[in-house]
């Protein structure tokens, strides 16, 4: 027998396995471990693996929903961080000046951030205006019914991947830094220019440390238009393990129905983009979706094999996204032997389940515990990948939806 027909016939068994497969996540995640960018060439070959992994692993229904996508997010930010430092620095001078300056700064700066924020957080995907420099891509998923159909579970996880000048780890810092920092000015250069109107003073020295502290993170912030955005990350942590796991799960419940859930299992496009893919689904769909009785399973940054990161609450102020896909995952990995630990994401960080929170629904996002200072370089390899890792991604979600079901019994 040759090397091929061995490699084949391992293939073929985990496919008619009944049970959860962690070597078939991750055969598919080893295949998708290549630069995937949007409107690269690597796209095209990502699509075309996921399709047939799909087929493989039972469906000959696989629906993939076109729309466009573009880098506008990403270009307005980086550019955006220079008039918010120029109004900072501003800010820091006229302490120098009058109260009022100062508290007309203030509400430039505000209004400023306010934007750069709300574009971060937007629920449209916005398109530049040269069509040309857009992108068509697609997001790709399959169904799966139930007998009774009383809820549905919906895996979500993102196909793309990206390179960046600085990894992800850095960039969160910068940009926290960033958020804090001018929030500390504002509220503090507020409440200074207010007790000055009242209680005339000025104190050079309180000035100067004013001005530094302005111009400080006005450079940090700034900081972030040389994170560039390029095609030169494999993904295999962030996201070919998901995709490999998601299409896992779907071959697994293909050959063990369950009675109550149906599911969608369904890989995103435009994920490091703009999260353009959840946003084009949720947008589609949600109202053939029932807010009371649909979960969405997010998995992003999954494949190492020690502590489980549960993400369900997010944002600034801090917003709970479900209660009771929070206390299914807990018990299941308390019952498992399985590290998790509850996570809360103030900013900096996104993800595709962002806009389907936004849009009402129950959502949770599972991770891994693993160095963010590899995502989006070289360096996310399937060395970062386990199969234990895998596996315990794989029996924690087989564990919550039979929960789930019996629920709804």
Known sequence: MSVEEIHNKREDSHIISKKLSEDNAYRITEKLAFPRLVGSEGEKKALAIIS??????????????????????????????????????????????????????????????????????????KLLKNDDKNFTTEN????????????????????????QTFPSSLRIILFMIALFGFIIIILFSLIVSIIQLLFPFNNLILNIIMLCFCISIALISNLNYFNKTGNNSPGAYDNAAAVG????????????????????FLSTSSEELNLAGAKFFIQNYKK????????????????????????????????????????????????????????????????DYMPI????????????????KYVHTKKDNMDLVTKQGIKNILLLCEDVVKNLNNEYD
């Open 288 to 351: 053939e979706l029932e807010r009371t009785s649909t979960y969405f399973i997010n998995l992003d940054l999954i494949g190492g094999d020690e502590l489980i990161r549960l993400i369900t609450s997010y944002g600034i102020p801090r917003k709970l996204s479900s209660k009771k896909l929070k206390k299914l995952f807990l018990e299941s990995a308390n019952k498992l032997n399985i590290k998790i630990k509850d996570i809360y994401v103030p900013t900096g960080v996104w993800s």
């Open 357 to 372: 929170i936004q849009e009402g629904f129950e959502a949770c996002w599972l991770g891994s515990q693993l160095g963010l």
């Open 245 to 264: 796991v998601i299409i896992e799960l779907a071959r697994y419940y293909k050959s063990n129905p369950i009675d109550n859930i149906d599911f969608i």
């Open 52 to 125: 047939d992994e799909f087929k493989k692993a039972g469906y000959n229904s696989i629906y993939k929903d076109n729309f466009k996508t573009s880098f506008y997010i990403w270009k307005v930010l980086r550019y955006g961080f220079f008039p918010a430092g120029f109004c900072l620095i501003l800010l820091g001078l006229t302490f120098f000046i009058n109260p009022w300056l100062t508290i007309g700064l203030i509400l430039i700066n505000i209004y400023i951030c306010t934007k750069i924020l709300g574009l971060a957080t937007s629920r449209e995907n």
């Open 140 to 163: 790709i998923f399959t169904t799966l019914k139930s007998k009774n159909s009383r809820a549905k579970v919906i895996f979500i996880g993102h196909w793309d991947s990206k390179s």
